[in-house]
Structure formats: C-alpha cells, structure tokens
C-alpha cells in the first residue's frame, strides 16, 4: 500500500502547489534584487502556513469542518488583499524607501495558508480515506516535498536571468502575483459562484 500512497500524495500536492511555487519564486526574486525577505524567513512561513493547512484537512478529515468546502476559497481574499495593499503603497513613493510587502515569517504563512484553500479541498479527502499510520506518511512526505518546493523557489527566483529581467519591477510584481493567485482561488474553489448566488 505504501507504493500507491506514495504516489496519491506526490500527486495531491503536485496539484496543488504550483501557485504556491509562483509566490516562492517572487519572494526569493524579492530577496535578490531587495534583500528582503530573508531566506530563513520565507522557509519559516512556508513551513508554518503548510502546517496549518494541514491541520485544517486533518480537522475537515474527522468531520470538524465548521465552514463548507465551496466557501473555503474566501481564503483567497487575504492573498488579493496583501497584493492591493501593496499595489496602494507604490503610489508617489521611491522603490528604495518602500519596505518588502512580505517580508517577516508571519506574512508569509499568513499567504500561504490563504492560498490553501485547494489544497485544504483536496487533502481531506485524501485523508479521509487513510488510516493513522498512512496519514503520518504522507504528512512527512508532504513536509519533505515542502523543502523541495522552496529549493526550486529558490532557483528560479535566484536564477540570473530572470533577477535581471524581472529585477526592475519587482517592486509591483509580487503584489500583482499575490492578487492572481487570490482570484485563482476565489474562482477555482467555486467561492464566486457561492457568493453570486447567495447574492
């Protein structure tokens, strides 16, 4: 059975990581043209956020969801959030004089737990469906696949080429990337739809 799970769990966080890897790679850019956030800081969030998604699947897991699936990508408006609050601030301001729009560990798994929404969908199910034991081994294999996560964040947001290119609008290009990622989820989690007809 270890063999099949294995791969279940691969697959379930493949699926629904790639945003997460577009922040990551934002924030180590950010790190690189900025000095800002430190790189112990972004790994501490990512760590900290994806502990707290996963304790929220385990929680919708044991039938402890207080909220339906459909209005869990609410979350996705705390990632919007932190992109317009960023966005207002470059408003009559000097780049230099402006501090990272994510730059302490606690912003940072704020976003990431914000941008769980699917995984959070996707995970109970998964857990639901193991018993104890194969549920602490996807959760190390998930904690283990968060590592590699931030080293390829890391690579691509270190990456010459892309530091070079992307360098000179960093400053709005991570709240823009937070937006996207928070409208992904509001859309992709059905919220939107949830919100349009209960209006």
């Known amino acids: 059975m270890t063999g099949p799970l294995l791969v279940t769990a691969v697959a379930a966080f493949a699926g629904t990581t790639v945003d997460d890897l577009v922040i990551l790679a934002a924030l ?8 800002s956030p430190r790189a112990t800081a972004i790994i501490a969030g990512q760590y900290v956020g994806f502990v707290a998604i996963l304790a929220a699947a385990l929680l919708a897991a044991t039938g402890l969801s ?10 996705g408006l705390v990632p919007v959030g932190f992109g317009m609050w960023g966005l207002w601030r470059l408003r009559g301001a000097e780049a230099e004089s402006r501090p990272p729009l994510a730059s302490t560990a606690t912003r940072i798994a704020t976003i ?3 941008n769980g929404a699917d995984n959070i969908s996707v995970f109970t199910p998964l857990f639901r469906s193991l018993h104890v034991a194969a549920s602490l081994v996807a959760i190390a294999l998930f904690l283990a696949l968060v590592a590699v996560c931030c080293a390829i964040g890391a690579l691509l947001g270190s ?6 290119t992307l360098g000179r609008i960093s400053h709005w290009l991570v709240p823009v990337v937070f937006i996207a990622v928070g409208v992904i989820v509001l859309i992709a989690s059905g919220t939107l739809t949830a919100i349009r007809e209960t209006l």
């Open 28 to 35: 180590f850019m950010a790190r690189r043209t900025a000095g």
């Open 112 to 114: 990431t737990f914000a």
């Open 66 to 75: 207080v909220v339906p699936e459909r209005w869990v990508g609410v979350l």
């Open 159 to 164: 990456h010459r080429v892309v530091v070079a």
